[in-house]
């Protein structure tokens, strides 16, 4: 046990560590050349976080922190996505006035980021919930000469103020109940069951309040469609850990957020949400702002799984979507056509061939799978993303069933590392009340109506009622005019095939 409480105290001289290197970095008499050995120490918490993870394994408690699987696992993953993206930040952000600013904010809010999932303390949780998405607003601030920088910050302050005091008022609403501040002792299934049904039904509504809005869901939307003007790291860092936040906020709580009526209410917003985010991310042409709204979708879809009581797999799958998308962000510069190249519209194959080959291997995954935690949903995914992938290999006129090969290959590792990551996240989270089968058939029905709808929508463009869709999709995902600059001047500069003068 020593040797355990020694792996948690060198993680914590790790982020110390870099937290005094960052502070370091913002004196002006340190050469921007240490902007290398900051970004080297990052990798310090991170291997501590992977040795305690391997070496202490689970259940270690030193005064109000617990580790356990899922606080290694997020110390690592968190610690491994800021050192990526202000790996990228050396270069792109380089010659910005905020510069050294930049570097210290973004390990700031990830070191908040990484403490809270390791507290076992409610007030330490509270505090710590908001941290991180102060680090967020301060990064957007930094653009401050720039108005639709402002006036995001500010809107995205507020929302960010809401989240923070629904997790507040949850904290003491159970300190008060129980007389104590202890997570584990609190969310015990014996004091969870004394709770009477009001209490549970207003600490479940606050804490899908403080979820639902980092993640930018509906009706919280606004704020993440119109943060594309933030820079790229700082949109990397957003859609790549902190809109993750409200599913692991769950996953922590699911002891206490187990009333079928959240569950349910939960359900509706994430199943619009995906609805939503999904088509504006179709009609888009800003290619961040298509990033956005899809992460609004990808957001519901892990909402979904919490709702279904997968909250194993709503982990995984916010793991794996926050290493895409932010690959996704620090590559979103080589989409841009350069001037005087035009852009080729992908011609449009047929769906068939991968519908039925989605439908079988979804039915077949569903059959073989019965351990599998919401196995008819993750069906349904599984099949729609190989019918997706199908159409998609449409678009290549030589190297099909090559390509064809190396997505089955890849799908498989996917596919194991998804289901071992499953398993060990499962173990460490805390039991909750699993949501009776109707509920899943419920959204396995309702997605399922969704999609033919689209698809006949799609299939008859020409129709007044897709027209009228189309339009409503593009005026609801178009952002505030205090949000977007009318005519940039660098926009102004790169239509005509020019340099951008700094």
Known sequence: MVLHELFVWIWFAALVVVLVSSVMFLHPRIRERYVYTHVGLLLLPAAAALIGWIGAGAGVEIGPWRFDGLSWLMGFYIS????????????????????RHYFWLLTWTAVAASTIWSSNDLRIVAVCWGMPFVGLVALTWLKKEWAPSRAVAIQMGTMFLISWLAIAGTAVWLWAAFGEWKLSFVLSPSHVGNLSISEKLTMNSLLLLAAIIPAGQ?????????SAVTPTPVSAVMHAGLVNAGGLLLARFSPLFNNIEAHVLLFIIAFVSVLL?????FVQVDYKRQL???????MGVMFVQCALGAYGAAVVHLILHGLFKATLFLQSGSVVPRPGRAVRPSSVGSWWGGALLGLAIGVQFWLIS???PNRLFSALLLGASITVAWGRLADFREGRWLGLAAVAVMALISEGVRHRLTMLIQGALPSGKVPPSALEWLAFSLFVVAAIAILWLVRNRSSRLFVRFYMWLVHFG?????????????????????????
């Open 80 to 99: 491994m996505l800021s050192w990526m993206i202000q790996r990228f930040s050396i270069r792109y952000l380089h010659g910005d006035r905020a510069y």
């Open 218 to 226: 509906w009706p919280f939307h606004r704020w993440l469609l119109e």
């Open 277 to 281: 985010g999904t088509g504006i991310s």
């Open 292 to 298: 956005v709204a899809s992460t609004m979708a990808q």
């Open 370 to 372: 019965p351990e599998e």
């Open 478 to 502: 178009e952002p505030r005019l205090s949000a977007v600059e009318p005519h940039p001047h660098y926009l102004n500069v790169y239509m005509k095939g020019g340099a951008i003068d700094e």
